[in-house]
Protein backbone atom coordinates (compact mmCIF):
# COMPACT_ATOMS: atom_id res chain seq x y z
CA UNK A 1 0.00 0.00 0.00
CA UNK A 2 1.20 3.86 -0.82
CA UNK A 3 1.89 5.80 1.67
CA UNK A 4 -1.48 8.10 0.40
CA UNK A 5 -3.10 4.83 0.07
CA UNK A 6 -2.13 4.32 3.84
CA UNK A 7 -2.38 7.66 5.24
CA UNK A 8 -6.02 7.66 4.00
CA UNK A 9 -6.81 4.12 5.79
CA UNK A 10 -5.88 5.32 8.93
CA UNK A 11 -7.49 8.68 8.24
CA UNK A 12 -9.77 9.83 11.56
CA UNK A 13 -9.74 6.38 12.87
CA UNK A 14 -11.77 6.04 16.10
CA UNK A 15 -11.91 3.58 19.10
CA UNK A 16 -13.72 0.69 18.17
CA UNK A 17 -16.13 1.53 21.61
CA UNK A 18 -16.82 4.23 19.58
CA UNK A 19 -18.02 2.55 16.64
CA UNK A 20 -21.79 1.19 16.57
CA UNK A 21 -22.98 -2.00 18.45
CA UNK A 22 -23.60 -3.95 15.23
CA UNK A 23 -20.20 -3.09 13.53
CA UNK A 24 -18.56 -4.45 16.84
CA UNK A 25 -19.57 -8.69 16.39
CA UNK A 26 -18.02 -11.59 14.73
CA UNK A 27 -18.65 -10.61 11.76
CA UNK A 28 -17.20 -7.31 11.77
CA UNK A 29 -14.17 -8.42 13.43
CA UNK A 30 -13.32 -11.14 10.67
CA UNK A 31 -13.67 -8.79 7.90
CA UNK A 32 -9.96 -7.93 6.21
CA UNK A 33 -9.03 -4.91 4.30
CA UNK A 34 -7.39 -6.58 1.20
CA UNK A 35 -5.48 -4.46 -1.10
CA UNK A 36 -5.84 -5.31 -5.14
CA UNK A 37 -2.58 -6.28 -5.02
CA UNK A 38 -3.06 -9.54 -2.98
CA UNK A 39 -5.63 -11.06 -5.70
CA UNK A 40 -2.72 -10.29 -8.78
CA UNK A 41 0.12 -12.96 -7.21
CA UNK A 42 1.74 -10.05 -4.77
CA UNK A 43 1.91 -10.05 -0.75
CA UNK A 44 -1.10 -8.32 0.77
CA UNK A 45 -0.88 -6.22 3.93
CA UNK A 46 0.66 -7.77 7.04
CA UNK A 47 -2.31 -5.87 9.15
CA UNK A 48 -5.68 -6.01 9.20
CA UNK A 49 -7.43 -2.49 8.80
CA UNK A 50 -10.47 -1.55 10.90
CA UNK A 51 -11.31 1.76 9.83
CA UNK A 52 -13.89 4.57 10.42
CA UNK A 53 -14.30 8.10 9.42
CA UNK A 54 -15.98 10.81 11.69
CA UNK A 55 -19.77 11.80 10.64
CA UNK A 56 -19.39 15.23 9.60
CA UNK A 57 -22.79 16.88 9.32
CA UNK A 58 -23.53 18.19 5.37
CA UNK A 59 -25.55 21.06 6.62
CA UNK A 60 -28.16 23.59 4.17
CA UNK A 61 -30.89 22.88 2.85
CA UNK A 62 -30.71 24.95 -0.04
CA UNK A 63 -32.27 23.27 -3.20
CA UNK A 64 -31.39 24.72 -6.93
CA UNK A 65 -27.64 24.02 -7.67
CA UNK A 66 -27.14 22.87 -10.50
CA UNK A 67 -24.57 20.34 -11.97
CA UNK A 68 -25.00 19.86 -15.78
CA UNK A 69 -23.34 16.64 -17.23
CA UNK A 70 -21.40 17.26 -20.73
CA UNK A 71 -23.25 15.93 -23.27
CA UNK A 72 -22.28 12.68 -25.35
CA UNK A 73 -19.96 12.56 -28.44
CA UNK A 74 -22.42 12.05 -31.09
CA UNK A 75 -23.99 15.82 -30.09
CA UNK A 76 -23.17 18.84 -32.61
CA UNK A 77 -23.00 21.32 -30.41
CA UNK A 78 -19.98 19.65 -28.11
CA UNK A 79 -19.43 20.25 -24.65
CA UNK A 80 -22.91 22.25 -24.48
CA UNK A 81 -23.77 22.69 -21.06
CA UNK A 82 -27.00 24.40 -19.47
CA UNK A 83 -26.81 25.86 -16.03
CA UNK A 84 -30.30 27.15 -14.48
CA UNK A 85 -32.09 24.95 -16.59
CA UNK A 86 -35.21 23.38 -15.26
CA UNK A 87 -34.44 19.73 -16.11
CA UNK A 88 -37.71 19.14 -17.70
CA UNK A 89 -37.08 21.98 -19.82
CA UNK A 90 -33.48 20.40 -21.12
CA UNK A 91 -35.16 17.05 -21.86
CA UNK A 92 -37.94 18.64 -23.80
CA UNK A 93 -35.45 20.36 -25.83
CA UNK A 94 -32.52 18.21 -26.27
CA UNK A 95 -33.12 14.52 -25.27
CA UNK A 96 -35.03 14.18 -29.06
CA UNK A 97 -31.27 15.05 -30.51
CA UNK A 98 -30.02 12.51 -28.52
CA UNK A 99 -32.38 10.09 -28.98
CA UNK A 100 -32.48 10.76 -32.70
CA UNK A 101 -28.54 10.24 -32.58
CA UNK A 102 -28.10 7.79 -30.32
CA UNK A 103 -24.39 8.30 -29.52
CA UNK A 104 -22.99 8.01 -26.33
CA UNK A 105 -24.52 9.10 -23.06
CA UNK A 106 -28.07 11.01 -22.33
CA UNK A 107 -27.27 13.54 -19.63
CA UNK A 108 -29.74 16.23 -18.29
CA UNK A 109 -29.15 18.75 -15.17
CA UNK A 110 -28.51 17.17 -11.81
CA UNK A 111 -30.02 19.00 -8.54
CA UNK A 112 -28.43 18.19 -5.34
CA UNK A 113 -29.73 19.54 -1.99
CA UNK A 114 -27.20 20.53 0.55
CA UNK A 115 -24.11 23.00 0.57
CA UNK A 116 -21.69 22.04 -1.61
CA UNK A 117 -18.21 20.27 -0.13
CA UNK A 118 -14.60 20.00 -2.00
CA UNK A 119 -14.09 17.00 -3.50
CA UNK A 120 -10.96 15.21 -2.92
CA UNK A 121 -8.90 12.17 -3.47
CA UNK A 122 -9.27 10.90 0.14
CA UNK A 123 -12.77 11.05 0.55
CA UNK A 124 -13.67 7.26 -0.50
CA UNK A 125 -16.09 6.10 -2.80
CA UNK A 126 -17.55 2.62 -1.97
CA UNK A 127 -18.43 -0.01 -4.43
CA UNK A 128 -20.78 -3.01 -4.32
CA UNK A 129 -18.82 -5.72 -5.99
CA UNK A 130 -20.88 -8.50 -4.80
CA UNK A 131 -21.97 -9.47 -8.08
CA UNK A 132 -18.76 -10.61 -9.70
CA UNK A 133 -18.12 -13.37 -7.17
CA UNK A 134 -19.46 -15.86 -10.37
CA UNK A 135 -17.88 -17.46 -13.18
CA UNK A 136 -20.98 -16.81 -15.47
CA UNK A 137 -20.90 -13.00 -16.11
CA UNK A 138 -24.02 -12.08 -17.56
CA UNK A 139 -25.74 -8.18 -18.41
CA UNK A 140 -25.90 -6.68 -14.62
CA UNK A 141 -22.39 -8.92 -13.98
CA UNK A 142 -20.67 -7.39 -16.97
CA UNK A 143 -21.76 -4.60 -16.58
CA UNK A 144 -20.23 -4.09 -13.04
CA UNK A 145 -16.82 -5.32 -14.49
CA UNK A 146 -16.39 -3.36 -17.70
CA UNK A 147 -17.52 -0.42 -15.82
CA UNK A 148 -15.08 -0.52 -12.69
CA UNK A 149 -12.21 -1.98 -15.24
CA UNK A 150 -12.97 1.89 -16.98
CA UNK A 151 -13.19 3.74 -13.88
CA UNK A 152 -9.84 2.04 -13.13
CA UNK A 153 -8.22 3.24 -16.14
CA UNK A 154 -9.18 6.44 -15.96
CA UNK A 155 -8.99 7.89 -12.19
CA UNK A 156 -5.76 6.94 -10.43
CA UNK A 157 -6.38 9.36 -7.40
CA UNK A 158 -10.17 9.10 -6.09
CA UNK A 159 -9.82 6.74 -3.18
CA UNK A 160 -12.27 3.83 -4.06
CA UNK A 161 -13.30 0.60 -1.30
CA UNK A 162 -14.43 -2.33 -3.34
CA UNK A 163 -17.16 -4.26 -1.22
CA UNK A 164 -17.93 -8.06 -1.65
CA UNK A 165 -19.08 -11.03 0.58
CA UNK A 166 -16.79 -13.71 -1.01
CA UNK A 167 -13.62 -12.85 -3.18
CA UNK A 168 -14.35 -11.98 -6.97
CA UNK A 169 -13.81 -15.16 -9.39
CA UNK A 170 -12.40 -12.44 -11.35
CA UNK A 171 -11.14 -8.35 -11.22
CA UNK A 172 -9.60 -6.40 -13.90
CA UNK A 173 -6.55 -4.40 -13.41
CA UNK A 174 -7.00 -1.80 -10.14
CA UNK A 175 -4.64 0.47 -8.97
CA UNK A 176 -3.24 1.42 -5.51
CA UNK A 177 -6.13 3.58 -5.00
CA UNK A 178 -8.23 0.66 -4.67
CA UNK A 179 -8.87 -1.38 -1.73
CA UNK A 180 -11.53 -4.38 -1.42
CA UNK A 181 -12.99 -5.63 1.90
CA UNK A 182 -14.06 -9.14 1.23
CA UNK A 183 -16.94 -9.48 3.79
CA UNK A 184 -18.00 -13.31 4.74
CA UNK A 185 -21.96 -14.03 5.26
CA UNK A 186 -24.23 -16.92 5.31
CA UNK A 187 -27.10 -15.00 4.17
CA UNK A 188 -28.76 -11.18 4.01
CA UNK A 189 -25.11 -10.24 2.98
CA UNK A 190 -26.24 -6.83 1.94
CA UNK A 191 -28.79 -5.49 4.94
CA UNK A 192 -26.97 -7.22 7.72
CA UNK A 193 -22.98 -7.57 6.53
CA UNK A 194 -22.83 -4.15 4.09
CA UNK A 195 -25.18 -2.39 6.07
CA UNK A 196 -22.84 -2.86 9.84
CA UNK A 197 -20.17 -1.88 7.75
CA UNK A 198 -20.97 1.23 5.90
CA UNK A 199 -22.08 2.32 9.90
CA UNK A 200 -18.61 1.21 10.92
CA UNK A 201 -16.73 2.79 8.52
CA UNK A 202 -18.89 5.10 6.08
CA UNK A 203 -17.48 5.79 2.76
CA UNK A 204 -18.28 9.77 1.50
CA UNK A 205 -20.77 7.95 -1.51
CA UNK A 206 -21.27 3.66 -1.99
CA UNK A 207 -22.24 2.98 -5.27
CA UNK A 208 -24.72 -0.40 -5.88
CA UNK A 209 -24.38 -0.61 -9.35
CA UNK A 210 -25.93 -3.89 -9.91
CA UNK A 211 -28.08 -4.86 -6.70
CA UNK A 212 -30.16 -3.39 -4.04
CA UNK A 213 -29.13 -0.77 -1.40
CA UNK A 214 -28.46 -1.79 2.48
CA UNK A 215 -31.55 -1.51 4.62
CA UNK A 216 -28.79 0.98 6.47
CA UNK A 217 -28.22 3.67 4.51
CA UNK A 218 -30.47 6.09 5.69
CA UNK A 219 -28.90 5.54 9.51
CA UNK A 220 -25.44 6.41 7.76
CA UNK A 221 -26.05 10.12 8.17
CA UNK A 222 -22.76 10.69 6.36
CA UNK A 223 -22.89 8.00 3.43
CA UNK A 224 -24.74 8.96 0.34
CA UNK A 225 -26.11 6.47 -2.31
CA UNK A 226 -25.94 6.04 -5.82
CA UNK A 227 -27.92 2.93 -7.22
CA UNK A 228 -27.78 1.99 -10.55
CA UNK A 229 -31.33 0.73 -11.75
CA UNK A 230 -31.44 -1.56 -15.16
CA UNK A 231 -35.03 -1.75 -15.99
CA UNK A 232 -38.30 -2.31 -14.70
CA UNK A 233 -39.25 -5.70 -16.25
CA UNK A 234 -41.06 -7.27 -14.08
CA UNK A 235 -43.59 -4.72 -14.37
CA UNK A 236 -44.17 -4.45 -17.98
CA UNK A 237 -44.13 -8.64 -18.28
CA UNK A 238 -44.87 -9.42 -15.04
CA UNK A 239 -46.22 -13.18 -16.02
CA UNK A 240 -42.71 -13.50 -17.28
CA UNK A 241 -41.30 -13.37 -13.31
CA UNK A 242 -41.99 -16.20 -10.40
CA UNK A 243 -44.51 -14.64 -7.99
CA UNK A 244 -41.43 -14.58 -5.70
CA UNK A 245 -39.21 -13.03 -8.15
CA UNK A 246 -42.05 -9.87 -8.73
CA UNK A 247 -42.16 -9.28 -5.08
CA UNK A 248 -38.20 -9.20 -4.19
CA UNK A 249 -38.53 -7.14 -7.37
CA UNK A 250 -40.70 -4.83 -6.58
CA UNK A 251 -39.29 -4.54 -2.77
CA UNK A 252 -36.20 -3.82 -4.08
CA UNK A 253 -36.35 -1.48 -6.88
CA UNK A 254 -38.77 0.73 -4.77
CA UNK A 255 -36.67 0.88 -2.15
CA UNK A 256 -33.09 1.47 -3.73
CA UNK A 257 -34.94 3.78 -6.07
CA UNK A 258 -36.53 6.24 -3.11
CA UNK A 259 -33.62 5.74 -0.49
CA UNK A 260 -31.07 6.44 -2.91
CA UNK A 261 -29.22 9.92 -3.27
CA UNK A 262 -29.56 9.53 -6.58
CA UNK A 263 -30.63 7.06 -9.53
CA UNK A 264 -28.73 6.03 -12.65
CA UNK A 265 -30.73 4.94 -15.33
CA UNK A 266 -29.19 2.57 -18.39
CA UNK A 267 -31.33 4.16 -20.94
CA UNK A 268 -33.71 6.60 -21.86
CA UNK A 269 -36.81 3.73 -21.66
CA UNK A 270 -35.45 2.81 -17.94
CA UNK A 271 -35.44 6.45 -16.79
CA UNK A 272 -39.10 6.76 -18.27
CA UNK A 273 -40.13 3.74 -16.67
CA UNK A 274 -38.84 4.78 -13.36
CA UNK A 275 -40.59 8.16 -13.35
CA UNK A 276 -44.16 6.81 -14.63
CA UNK A 277 -44.37 3.69 -12.54
CA UNK A 278 -42.33 4.58 -9.57
CA UNK A 279 -42.50 8.30 -9.35
CA UNK A 280 -39.34 9.02 -8.96
CA UNK A 281 -38.47 12.89 -9.15
CA UNK A 282 -36.60 13.35 -12.74
CA UNK A 283 -34.08 15.70 -11.10
CA UNK A 284 -32.86 12.49 -9.26
CA UNK A 285 -32.53 10.48 -12.41
CA UNK A 286 -29.64 10.44 -14.98
CA UNK A 287 -29.14 8.57 -17.60
CA UNK A 288 -25.84 6.81 -19.01
CA UNK A 289 -25.74 4.34 -21.21
CA UNK A 290 -23.35 0.73 -21.78
CA UNK A 291 -19.89 1.24 -23.01
CA UNK A 292 -18.63 -2.19 -25.49
CA UNK A 293 -15.53 -3.39 -24.96
CA UNK A 294 -13.38 -2.85 -27.50
CA UNK A 295 -12.53 -6.76 -28.13
CA UNK A 296 -16.04 -7.10 -30.02
CA UNK A 297 -14.60 -4.54 -32.74
CA UNK A 298 -11.25 -6.36 -33.29
CA UNK A 299 -11.13 -9.37 -35.56
CA UNK A 300 -11.15 -13.00 -33.93
CA UNK A 301 -7.91 -15.28 -33.72
CA UNK A 302 -7.48 -17.95 -35.34
CA UNK A 303 -7.73 -20.45 -32.03
CA UNK A 304 -10.95 -18.51 -31.58
CA UNK A 305 -12.50 -19.51 -34.68
CA UNK A 306 -11.85 -22.76 -34.38
CA UNK A 307 -13.18 -23.75 -30.81
CA UNK A 308 -16.46 -21.89 -32.74
CA UNK A 309 -16.46 -23.94 -35.22
CA UNK A 310 -15.62 -27.07 -33.37
CA UNK A 311 -18.74 -26.47 -30.99
CA UNK A 312 -21.38 -25.28 -33.72
CA UNK A 313 -20.17 -25.83 -36.81
CA UNK A 314 -19.14 -24.17 -39.77
CA UNK A 315 -22.72 -23.87 -41.54
CA UNK A 316 -24.29 -20.29 -41.86
CA UNK A 317 -26.67 -19.46 -38.87
CA UNK A 318 -28.52 -16.78 -37.39
CA UNK A 319 -27.27 -15.85 -33.59
CA UNK A 320 -29.41 -15.39 -30.52
CA UNK A 321 -27.65 -14.70 -26.87
CA UNK A 322 -29.62 -14.65 -23.77
CA UNK A 323 -31.19 -16.11 -20.76
CA UNK A 324 -33.43 -18.88 -22.39
CA UNK A 325 -36.87 -17.60 -20.48
CA UNK A 326 -40.02 -16.28 -21.65
CA UNK A 327 -38.63 -12.29 -21.97
CA UNK A 328 -36.34 -12.84 -24.45
CA UNK A 329 -39.46 -14.04 -26.74
CA UNK A 330 -37.87 -17.34 -27.97
CA UNK A 331 -40.81 -19.15 -28.65
CA UNK A 332 -41.99 -16.19 -31.51
CA UNK A 333 -38.70 -16.03 -32.76
CA UNK A 334 -38.36 -20.51 -33.26
CA UNK A 335 -42.00 -20.28 -34.87
CA UNK A 336 -40.86 -17.54 -37.05
CA UNK A 337 -37.80 -19.38 -38.20
CA UNK A 338 -40.14 -22.71 -38.93
CA UNK A 339 -42.29 -20.02 -41.17
CA UNK A 340 -39.14 -19.06 -42.99
CA UNK A 341 -37.62 -22.37 -44.32
CA UNK A 342 -34.92 -20.82 -46.62
CA UNK A 343 -33.04 -18.71 -43.48
CA UNK A 344 -30.07 -20.39 -41.79
CA UNK A 345 -30.45 -22.46 -38.32
CA UNK A 346 -30.66 -20.82 -34.78
CA UNK A 347 -27.95 -20.78 -32.63
CA UNK A 348 -29.14 -20.37 -29.39
CA UNK A 349 -26.39 -19.34 -26.82
CA UNK A 350 -27.08 -18.49 -22.73
CA UNK A 351 -27.87 -19.98 -19.83
CA UNK A 352 -31.43 -22.05 -18.81
CA UNK A 353 -33.49 -19.66 -16.77
CA UNK A 354 -37.37 -19.78 -15.57
CA UNK A 355 -39.47 -21.78 -17.92
CA UNK A 356 -37.12 -22.92 -20.55
CA UNK A 357 -38.33 -26.21 -20.78
CA UNK A 358 -41.16 -25.42 -23.21
CA UNK A 359 -38.59 -23.04 -25.31
CA UNK A 360 -36.35 -25.84 -25.82
CA UNK A 361 -38.91 -28.63 -27.14
CA UNK A 362 -40.51 -25.58 -29.04
CA UNK A 363 -38.07 -26.76 -32.36
CA UNK A 364 -39.11 -30.41 -32.09
CA UNK A 365 -42.99 -29.77 -31.65
CA UNK A 366 -42.34 -27.73 -34.86
CA UNK A 367 -40.73 -30.45 -36.80
CA UNK A 368 -37.41 -27.90 -37.00
CA UNK A 369 -35.04 -29.68 -34.30
CA UNK A 370 -31.99 -29.51 -36.71
CA UNK A 371 -32.54 -25.90 -37.42
CA UNK A 372 -32.53 -24.63 -33.69
CA UNK A 373 -29.34 -25.71 -31.53
CA UNK A 374 -28.85 -24.51 -27.79
CA UNK A 375 -25.89 -23.96 -26.43
CA UNK A 376 -25.92 -23.19 -23.10
CA UNK A 377 -23.76 -20.74 -21.27
CA UNK A 378 -20.36 -19.67 -23.36
CA UNK A 379 -17.32 -17.86 -21.94
CA UNK A 380 -16.64 -14.49 -22.66
CA UNK A 381 -13.62 -14.61 -24.64
CA UNK A 382 -15.77 -16.55 -27.41
CA UNK A 383 -18.53 -14.29 -28.01
CA UNK A 384 -16.88 -11.67 -30.32
CA UNK A 385 -15.70 -15.17 -32.38
CA UNK A 386 -19.36 -16.04 -31.81
CA UNK A 387 -20.69 -12.94 -33.50
CA UNK A 388 -18.20 -12.26 -36.37
CA UNK A 389 -19.07 -15.84 -37.98
CA UNK A 390 -22.91 -15.08 -37.75
CA UNK A 391 -25.16 -14.23 -40.67
CA UNK A 392 -27.08 -11.92 -38.38
CA UNK A 393 -27.84 -11.33 -34.71
CA UNK A 394 -31.68 -11.69 -33.95
CA UNK A 395 -32.85 -10.14 -30.68
CA UNK A 396 -36.48 -9.75 -30.96
CA UNK A 397 -36.60 -9.71 -27.36
CA UNK A 398 -39.56 -8.65 -25.30
CA UNK A 399 -38.17 -6.44 -22.94
CA UNK A 400 -34.79 -4.73 -22.52
CA UNK A 401 -33.51 -1.82 -20.08
CA UNK A 402 -30.81 -1.58 -22.42
CA UNK A 403 -29.81 -4.74 -24.67
CA UNK A 404 -25.78 -4.91 -24.61
CA UNK A 405 -26.03 -7.99 -26.79
CA UNK A 406 -27.20 -5.90 -29.52
CA UNK A 407 -24.53 -3.36 -29.23
CA UNK A 408 -22.07 -6.29 -29.05
CA UNK A 409 -22.97 -7.82 -32.30
CA UNK A 410 -22.72 -4.02 -33.78
CA UNK A 411 -19.63 -3.54 -32.82
CA UNK A 412 -18.20 -6.87 -34.35
CA UNK A 413 -19.95 -5.57 -37.54
CA UNK A 414 -22.59 -8.39 -37.54
CA UNK A 415 -26.26 -7.18 -38.81
CA UNK A 416 -28.92 -6.95 -35.88
CA UNK A 417 -32.00 -7.56 -35.96
CA UNK A 418 -34.28 -6.66 -32.86
CA UNK A 419 -37.43 -5.32 -31.19
CA UNK A 420 -38.72 -1.55 -31.50
CA UNK A 421 -40.16 -1.45 -27.90
CA UNK A 422 -38.41 -0.94 -24.71
CA UNK A 423 -35.18 0.32 -25.04
CA UNK A 424 -33.77 -1.74 -28.01
CA UNK A 425 -34.17 1.37 -30.86
CA UNK A 426 -32.76 3.39 -28.47
CA UNK A 427 -29.41 1.14 -28.48
CA UNK A 428 -30.11 -0.04 -31.89
CA UNK A 429 -31.24 3.34 -33.91
CA UNK A 430 -31.42 2.76 -37.87
CA UNK A 431 -28.85 0.25 -37.85
CA UNK A 432 -30.65 -2.41 -37.18
CA UNK A 433 -33.47 -3.99 -38.75
CA UNK A 434 -36.48 -3.17 -35.96
CA UNK A 435 -39.32 -5.37 -35.80
CA UNK A 436 -42.92 -5.85 -33.83
CA UNK A 437 -41.88 -8.73 -31.00
CA UNK A 438 -45.06 -9.77 -30.19
CA UNK A 439 -45.85 -10.43 -34.23
CA UNK A 440 -44.68 -13.72 -35.00
CA UNK A 441 -45.40 -12.68 -39.13
CA UNK A 442 -43.08 -9.70 -38.24
CA UNK A 443 -39.68 -11.54 -37.18
CA UNK A 444 -40.50 -13.97 -40.25
CA UNK A 445 -40.82 -11.00 -42.26
CA UNK A 446 -37.46 -9.60 -40.66
CA UNK A 447 -35.67 -12.83 -40.49
CA UNK A 448 -36.74 -13.27 -44.44
CA UNK A 449 -34.84 -9.75 -45.37
CA UNK A 450 -31.44 -10.07 -42.98
CA UNK A 451 -30.91 -13.82 -44.33
CA UNK A 452 -31.34 -13.03 -47.91
CA UNK A 453 -30.73 -9.27 -48.90
CA UNK A 454 -26.66 -9.51 -48.54
CA UNK A 455 -26.53 -5.75 -49.81
CA UNK A 456 -28.96 -4.76 -46.41
CA UNK A 457 -26.46 -6.91 -44.38
CA UNK A 458 -23.38 -4.60 -46.08
CA UNK A 459 -25.58 -1.46 -44.75
CA UNK A 460 -26.00 -2.60 -41.71
CA UNK A 461 -22.82 -3.90 -40.79
CA UNK A 462 -20.89 -0.55 -41.56
CA UNK A 463 -24.15 1.35 -39.59
CA UNK A 464 -23.78 -0.55 -36.55
CA UNK A 465 -20.07 -0.10 -36.50
CA UNK A 466 -20.17 3.55 -36.98
CA UNK A 467 -22.74 3.63 -34.07
CA UNK A 468 -21.04 0.96 -31.71
CA UNK A 469 -17.79 3.10 -31.58
CA UNK A 470 -19.68 6.14 -30.23
CA UNK A 471 -20.65 4.08 -27.04
CA UNK A 472 -17.55 3.65 -25.13
CA UNK A 473 -16.93 2.32 -21.16
CA UNK A 474 -14.26 4.99 -20.60
CA UNK A 475 -17.51 7.70 -21.33
CA UNK A 476 -19.62 5.69 -19.14
CA UNK A 477 -16.96 5.47 -16.09
CA UNK A 478 -16.81 9.34 -16.61
CA UNK A 479 -20.41 9.83 -16.39
CA UNK A 480 -20.79 7.84 -13.73
CA UNK A 481 -17.71 9.35 -11.45
CA UNK A 482 -18.97 13.12 -12.12
CA UNK A 483 -22.10 11.65 -11.06
CA UNK A 484 -20.95 9.30 -7.60
CA UNK A 485 -18.05 12.88 -7.01
CA UNK A 486 -20.49 15.51 -7.29
CA UNK A 487 -22.79 13.20 -4.90
CA UNK A 488 -20.05 13.15 -2.57
CA UNK A 489 -19.66 16.92 -3.06
CA UNK A 490 -22.70 17.93 -1.77
Known sequence: MTNDAARREHTATRDAAAMPTAANGPAGSAAATIHHRALVGQSPP??????????????????????????????????????????????DRYAGHHSDTGRGMIQCPVWF?????????????????SRLATHTRTGTEQYTYELLAAIARIETRQAFRLYAGMTPTSLPPLGDNFTLRVMP?????????????????????????????????????????????????????????????????????????????????ISMATRDALIRHLRIDPARISVVHHGVAARFAQPPDDAARERIAALIGTAPYLLCIGTVQPRKNLLRLIDALAATPDAPRLVIVGRRGWLA????????????????????????????????????????????????????????????????TSALPEVAGDAAVLVDPGDTAAIAAGLGRISHD?????????????????????????????????????
Open 46 to 91: ATVHRTSRPVRSHGGTNRGSAIVLAHGPGCHDGMRACPGTRHQDYH
Open 113 to 129: AGRQRSIGSDMPIGIDI
Open 185 to 265: SRRLWTHARLSAEILRAPPDVLFVPAHVLPLALPLARRTRGVVTIHDLGYLAFPEHHTRAQRISLALSTRWSAQVAHHVIA
Open 357 to 420: EPIERRAAELGIADRVRFTGYLADRDLPALYAAATAFVFPSLYEGFGMPVLEAMAAGTPVLTAN
Open 454 to 490: SALRQRLSIAGRQRAATFTWEHCAQQTLTILQQVAAH
